[in-house]
Nanobody, 127 residues
Framework: QVQLVESGGGLVQAGGSLRVSCAASGSISSNYAMAWFRQAPGKEREFVAYINWWGGSRTYTDAVQGRVTLSRDNAKSTIYLQMNSMKSEDPAVYYC????????????????????WGRGTQVTVSS
């Protein structure tokens, strides 16, 4: 059984910063690649950021490039998504996900490549 539990969501002002976390537990090893997706009301779930198991490879969607940093602490089985300069298009439910294999840039953006998903954490941006 694998569990991914997101935390850190909440309300942030436009231009502000927020860090969301995802803690993994159960039958999941530090070899898993992990990623964040987000889904806004009425929209498809979309890719945000990806990190391979040792943190040496990261991929970001263009919409967050330069504003977001994804990192991981394998000792804590946790990944962190630091979001800065929050914009009106950032509000969504943010989902953590894990894959047992490393993914190239194209595959990392496909939700079907991932095996486990968290329940999400809500991020809201006020203007």
């Amino acid at each position: 059984q694998v569990q991914l539990v997101e935390s850190g969501g909440g309300l942030v002002q436009a231009g502000g910063s927020l860090r969301v976390s995802c803690a993994a537990s159960g039958s999941i090893s530090s070899n898993y690649a992990m990623a964040w997706f987000r889904q806004a009301p009425g929209k498809e779930r979309e890719f945000v950021a990806y990190i391979n198991w040792w943190g040496g490879s990261r991929t970001y969607t263009d919409a967050v490039q330069g504003r977001v940093t994804l990192s991981r602490d394998n000792a804590k089985s946790t990944i962190y998504l630091q979001m800065n300069s929050m914009k009106s298009e950032d509000p969504a439910v943010y989902y953590c996900t894990a894959s047992p294999t490393s993914l190239d840039r194209n595959a990392a953006a496909r939700s079907t490549e991932y095996m486990y998903w968290g329940r999400g954490t809500q991020v809201t941006v006020s203007s």
